[in-house]
């Protein structure tokens, strides 16, 4: 068939696509009828001009090339349509997550901000109290007056801290200092049987209650809001809402846990 290959690329086909049509226009002819086996590969080769190939086998090959675009068409469509679902229910999780974790996670940080106000409250009576240890302090022995200057200087390094890590810190040394300067006046009988002593060391005694109390309940406002911050899905999004990871934890030393008491009858050691 003369000028097949130019009446296939005024339909629209490239050269490769011209060629494929009539290699496949050959075979089908060649399937077709007697005589079919004379063509060799050469003459395959040589395309519908050189063999002169029916045009219904043109034809066949034209709608066999044409159903095969359109396969490929339809597979390039749903891929295309794959990616845009996923791409979608992927936006809509991330979304979904950003605000489901942001409320949960401002939630959260209410709390231990709630808890931390009050942590700084009983904190805060315990400084108030500070300077009367002191001043009882420094009115007995020698050694002892060491311990106060000690303890006023956690006082002004705990109020001047730079963040709340730190105070903490600060706090947890000034708990023990607290309990050293106490177990010493107890044990110094000029000391311990003042009237001053004993209503301090009764209020000290309340304000480390309260502060155990608070401390509790702030480590467990933390603790709930670093599980929140870990959970999935908040754990993806949590950094692009500038959320912190976590929050620190007050811990008392041992002893800190062993909250000072006196008591009047007993007799001083």
Same mark, same amino acid.
Do not use: W
């Given at each position: ?43 395959? #080769? ?11 086998? @043109? %034809? !066949?090959?034209?709608?066999? $090339? *044409? =159903? ?96 709340? #890590? ?11 200092? @607290? %309990? !050293?300067?106490?177990?010493? $006046? *107890? =044990? ?82």
């Amino acid at each position: 068939m003369a000028d097949a290959r130019q009446q296939l690329s005024q339909e629209g086909f490239s050269d490769a696509e011209a060629d494929a049509i009539i290699r496949r226009a050959v075979e089908l002819q060649q399937r077709s009828g007697p005589g079919s086996d004379r063509m060799d590969a050469a003459a395959l #080769e040589a395309g519908a001009e050189a063999v002169g190939v029916q045009r219904e086998f @043109v %034809q !066949e090959a034209i709608r066999e $090339l *044409r =159903a095969e675009r359109a396969r490929a068409a339809a597979h390039r469509a749903r891929r295309t349509r794959t990616l845009r679902l996923v791409s979608a229910v992927v936006a809509a999780f991330l979304i979904l997550s950003a605000l489901f974790s942001h409320r949960a996670l401002n939630a959260s940080l209410a709390e231990v901000e709630t808890k931390r106000a009050q942590l700084e409250n009983v904190l805060q009576r315990r400084h108030d109290l500070i300077p009367n240890l002191i001043a009882v302090t420094r009115a007995s022995a020698a050694h002892e007056k060491e311990l106060a200057a000690s303890l006023s200087g956690l006082v002004e390094q705990a109020r001047s801290a730079r963040g709340f #890590e730190e105070r903490l810190a600060l706090e947890q040394q000034l708990s023990d200092g @607290v %309990q !050293e300067v106490l177990n010493a $006046l *107890r =044990a110094d009988p000029q000391a311990s049987s003042t009237a001053l002593f004993i209503r301090l060391s009764d209020e000290m005694a309340g304000a480390e209650n309260r502060i155990a109390v608070e401390r509790k309940r702030y480590n467990e406002a933390a603790a709930a809001y670093t599980r929140t911050a870990r959970g999935f899905p908040t754990f993806v999004v949590r950094p692009l809402l500038g959320f912190p990871a976590s929050q620190p934890y007050f811990q008392a030393a041992e002893e800190a846990h062993q909250v000072p008491v006196f008591n009047p009858g007993q007799s001083p050691r």
